[in-house]
């Protein structure tokens, strides 16, 4: 057990010391919201406002000037820590409570907003009680400043139930019926209850499906509640505050662990299937046509082209597992992101331009590419396997959405198992090839069809770097596409002098080194190229197609208000699969007109720079990125359309409007 050291404030400094913060200035007669910022040293913890079976919260004295009040803390969910048996319900790293101020309508000038506060921190071997005091000048009224580290912190809150719950007592047992869709997907879930008594926190609980209703069955401990409050842990960092009171909770369902195992099947399933279809893009396409032509061609035995087709196997699983992995650590830090968030940066954005064009110059034949040429080796299949996983990451299409969301929702292995399937799936038409000797022996003998096809994959991949160009340029502005070109030129250029190399027989020793100079150069110009036009402005951004507005919750509902259906779509520049229905479906004059003559009011939600109210909507929806297509008819549930549109999908919808 944990011991209780004293805290003397001559003799230590604390370990969690606290920061308070404003997210803008206040505006008279309004509120504004507050963080205590707690800055946790690594190996302690702080507790949630109810500590478990040890622990002490946080306690708050404020000193306010005349008028002005605060609300309740809000704190984020919590995380156990088991300590010599007990649990503790605690923050074992930086975390912010938030409360809201209110100030009277004739405020003016700065407000001092101060405070005391004790807490407990502890390690698993001590725990020390700590005081501070925290204080801040706010301003009242003049240009709103927000400090948008407030969008993760409200994201970390656990979100209310406005449906109340229905509890009943059982023996031992404290049975809760949580009112929860049954497309909202539950890992590991676990209920922290608000007030001590009731349950035994350290015992086992247990959680059932029934319907629309999630039913948790908690150890009790003492007493016998006339209400409940808790927040129920979904598993992946959010959660759900929720009251319920004595009512009738169902009997049956389904145990939530065999469930998560059938989500997680359905959600590899879903991702390998949307993983063999991303073949089918343009950017994935002209990799998988040339590994698959070479290896049939290659001469060697067929023991050789399995080998490479497994370390092109590997090197696909690898790549979607570990940008799977590196999204989840981020999500785990706070942040909002989803699927393809590496191209909401302009530095990731120019690398999948310069290999696009690489790629390119290769299938025109200014240079060979040994991973894509020559005799299969398991190093260059391992190699191509990792860049067709890169380059498929700003594709989405049919299964590859839900599966995606539903793997960010899942416990981390899950996930990751998820995002590896999605590369087993890119590589399976290549594992047919090598491992189907019917197929090898139908692909026809070489010859100059094969320099033709080579000529022909160059035009999508050559399309994909336009794409990227233009996608820089809606990130940079003029000066992010300048960055880009320039890129391109000095990379052909260092190409340009490999390829004469290698038509001389020279080999490419030597020329490595001006290519991996003008590789650096060119990346050294781009990142200083687009932190200019940062300074200079956020760049172009999106710019909405006429009879579009910018999406919002709040306009959503507005619209409904009026009685008007709403089509939403959700998109971002560099996602192919969006710009597609974009001009095939969306933007045909026939449906616009049909959705005029509805009253139909289109609005579209830009995800190209990673909004973090899109990427909130987003996680609600159990959609890990774009595109997302909901149609919302007055007085009925929003309607989620497929990923693939087509006009008369609209066109009907609006029909029916009339």
């Not at 690398?351 to 040429?373: C, K, R, Y």
Request: glycine share 10%.
């Amino acid at each position: 057990m944990a011991l209780l050291a004293p805290a003397s404030a001559a003799a230590r400094e604390n370990a969690i010391r606290p920061e308070l913060v404003a997210e803008g200035p206040a505006r008279p007669g309004g509120e504004v919201e507050l963080a205590i910022v707690m800055r946790t040293r690594p190996g302690w913890h702080g507790y949630w406002q109810n500590p478990g079976d040890a622990g002490l919260p946080m306690r708050v004295d404020w000193q306010l000037p005349p008028g002005v009040s605060i609300g309740p803390l809000r704190y984020p969910v919590p995380t156990r820590l088991t300590v010599a048996g007990l649990m503790n319900y605690v923050y074992e790293r930086d975390y912010a409570i938030l409360a809201r101020l209110k100030v009277p309508p004739g405020a003016t000038g700065q407000l001092r907003i101060a405070a005391k506060a004790e807490w407990l921190a502890c390690t698993d071997k001590v725990c020390v009680p700590e005081c501070g005091d925290f204080a801040l000048n706010l301003a009242t009224g003049g240009m709103a400043t927000m400090d948008t580290r407030f969008d993760d912190w409200r994201r970390a809150l656990p979100r209310p139930l406005a449906t109340p719950a229905a509890f009943a007592l059982a023996g031992t047992t404290l049975k809760v019926a949580i009112p929860l869709p049954r497309d909202v997907t539950v890992g590991d879930a676990y209920v922290f209850p608000l007030a001590d008594g009731p349950v035994d926190y350290a015992a086992a609980q247990s959680f059932r499906r029934v319907d629309d209703m999630l039913v948790a069955e908690l150890p009790r401990r003492r007493g016998e509640p006339t209400e409940f409050a808790a927040v129920l842990a979904l598993g992946d960092g959010r959660g759900l505050e929720f009251r319920a009171v004595p009512g009738t909770v169902p009997d049956g369902g389904s145990p939530v662990g065999d469930l998560g195992l059938k989500i997680i099947l359905l959600a590899m399933l879903g991702a390998l299937t949307g993983g063999v279809l991303l073949n089918l893009m343009p950017c994935v396409f002209p990799i998988l046509a040339l590994k698959a032509l070479h290896l049939a061609r290659s001469g060697g035995a067929a023991s050789e082209a399995r080998r490479d087709a497994l370390a092109y196997t590997a090197g696909a699983v690898v790549g979607t597992g570990a940008l799977g992995a590196v999204l989840l650590a981020i999500r785990a830090g706070g942040s909002a992101a989803g699927w393809a968030f590496q191209l909401q940066d302009p530095r990731t954005t120019i690398l999948l331009m310069l290999l696009s064009v690489a790629i390119a110059l290769n299938l025109v034949g200014l240079f060979v590419l040994p991973a894509l040429a020559g005799r299969a080796r398991p190093s260059g299949g391992f190699a191509t396997g990792a860049l067709a996983a890169f380059v498929a990451t700003p594709c989405a299409g049919p299964f590859l959405g839900a599966a995606l969301g539903t793997a960010l929702l899942l416990p981390a292995a899950g996930s990751v198992l998820v995002f590896a399937a999605l590369g087993l799936g890119l590589a399976i038409p290549l594992l047919l090839v090598a491992f189907v000797p019917g197929m090898r022996s139908r692909v026809p003998a070489p010859g100059r069809w094969m320099e033709r096809l080579q000529r022909f994959l160059a035009i999508p991949m050559a399309a994909t770097a336009v794409g990227c160009l233009w996608l820089l340029y809606r990130q940079g502005g003029r000066l992010g596409l300048e960055a880009g070109i320039l890129s391109a030129i000095v990379l052909t250029i260092a190409l340009g002098w490999v390829g004469w190399r290698q038509r001389r027989g020279l080999g490419v020793g030597i020329a490595a080194i001006p290519i991996s100079a003008g590789l650096v150069a060119s990346a050294v110009i781009s990142v200083s190229l687009l932190n200019e036009a940062k300074r200079h402005g956020p760049g172009v951004g999106s710019r909405p197609t006429v009879g579009t507005a910018a999406w919002s919750e709040d306009r959503v509902a507005a619209h409904l208000a009026k009685n008007r259906p709403v089509f939403v779509y959700f998109t971002a520049d560099w996602c192919l699969t969006c710009k597609v229905n974009e001009a095939t479906a969306i933007n045909r004059a026939e449906v616009r007109r049909a959705l005029d003559q509805a009253g139909v009011k289109v609005l579209a939600g830009d995800w190209t720079n990673g909004d973090p109210a899109i990427t909130r909507f987003l996680d609600n929806r159990a959609r890990a990125g774009v595109p997302l297509y909901l149609w919302y008819a007055p007085s009925k549930a929003p309607e989620e359309l497929p990923q693939i549109l087509t006009p008369g999908m609209l066109v009907e919808r609006a029909r029916q409007e009339r």
